[in-house]
């Protein structure tokens, strides 16, 4: 039971590094100078509200990505999101809502578009989804 235990809450508390790959993306497909933005700590967890990565100005360092994500696929392009809202904050870019969640699902859709899961994960309603219309 000890085990069994451990097995569920270890990951949770492990604290990974962001992959250099993935801030490089990022700044490829928005065309930003970040060569001296770090690479930010990632960590799972279930998150609130039915998210299934997260970015928190709490702890800007750090994004996350839900504990249940089976696609890998998937579950690197909803990274590559977050890792577009961290560059966000730590270029001082604008951070309201729409702004930044233009740019992280642009993003989102290249990984999508480049590893093969776009027909499967597309999010083209996003806009919809955050309020976002223009
Ligand atoms: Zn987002």
Redo the contacts with the bound molecule.
């Keep these: 039971m000890k085990g069994l235990l451990l097995a569920i809450v270890l990951p949770v508390l492990q604290v990974h590094e962001v992959p250099r790959e993935y801030v490089d993306f990022v700044c490829a497909v928005r065309q930003l100078e970040c060569g001296a933005v770090p690479a930010p700590k990632l960590r799972f967890d279930t998150l609130p509200y039915g998210a299934l990565?997260m970015?928190r100005f709490t702890d800007p360092d750090t994004v996350w990505l839900h504990l249940g994500l089976r696609d890998p696929v998937y579950a690197q392009a909803i990274l590559a999101?977050?890792v577009?809202?961290y560059v966000d904050y730590r270029l001082g870019r604008p951070m309201d809502r729409c702004t930044?969640?233009a740019a992280?699902?642009r993003v989102y859709h290249a990984w999508l578009a480049t590893h093969g899961g776009l027909a499967d994960y597309a999010r083209y309603d996003w806009f919809t989804t955050?309020g976002c219309y223009r």
């Design positions: 990565g970015f999101h977050e577009s809202h930044t969640e992280a699902f955050y």
